[in-house]
């Protein structure tokens, strides 16, 4: 098998699995985009717009860092599909898909505060196979392959245990349309008197790979878009989570709740009794 060996392992003699090339491509690139926007930063910000809303924000370390990682993926993988947040969209021919989120946590990036992270998945039959996030802040890599289980540098991670909603630790996020945050924080006004204390860290992907290390106990949030959990999703179910959409069942693009097993239908019920418009008095 020639074509699947990297320069590298032909000239050492090792051959790896797909898997394990797509992991360490992810990852490479994850981490090499994470310092060049950080880099980038430090001589300002110059250049930003904005997409969805008047907050929702895209900066040129944005553009810059989905830049290097198509450039990156397209010189070892020109067969793949490729899809970015900030406009790539282009067809493969080899089965594998790949879900790019350059700067996930981009309100934090603008405000020079910590948590962003840049988020790498490939999706193989439409199933993340490995994800790679990299929080630039604390230098912390965090990756997955499918069935192998979750790392945090190089290290196996687990969730927590915590078993009583009472006790959970539990993040959030919002969306930028201002009718969507209205329902998420009627549904936040009911569920945090029944849980530890909540947390808004205001990166996706970093919150998933959070609940994976057992930092926090749950991550629930609606409309998603699939870059912004396609990697943090798998690090967390190879870490020992259970995912799904709020009502438990399997994941779309627009919701993603990630919990402990221990906690995962407590929080599905949670969920269904907060829902904004939810009335006990109608079955
Ligand atoms: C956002 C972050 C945030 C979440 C938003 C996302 P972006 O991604 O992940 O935590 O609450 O829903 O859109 O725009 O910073 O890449
Ligand atoms: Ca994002
Ligand atoms: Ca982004």
Redesign the pocket.
Known sequence: MEGSRTPREEQVGIVTDLATQLGELAARLAVAAGKLVVEGRKNGITSSSTKSSDT?VVTEF?RASERMIVEGLRAERPDDALVG?EGTDSAGASGVRWLI?P???????LYDLPG?AVSIAALVDDGPLVGAVYVPSSGELFTAIRGRGALLDGVPIHCGTTAKLEHALVA?????LVDRRRDQGQRFAELIPKIRDIR??????T?LCHVAAGRLDVYY?Q???P??WAAGELIAREAGCRTGRFDGGPLDRTEVLAANPALFEQMVELLAVTEPGHNPGIM
Request: no cysteine; glycine share 14%; aromatic share 24%.
């Open positions: 929702d944005d947040e989120d700067i996930d946590g981009t309100t934090n990036f962003y959030t996020g919002f969306s930028y808004r860290f205001g990166a996706a992907s919150d949030e409309w998603l878009g870059w912004d």
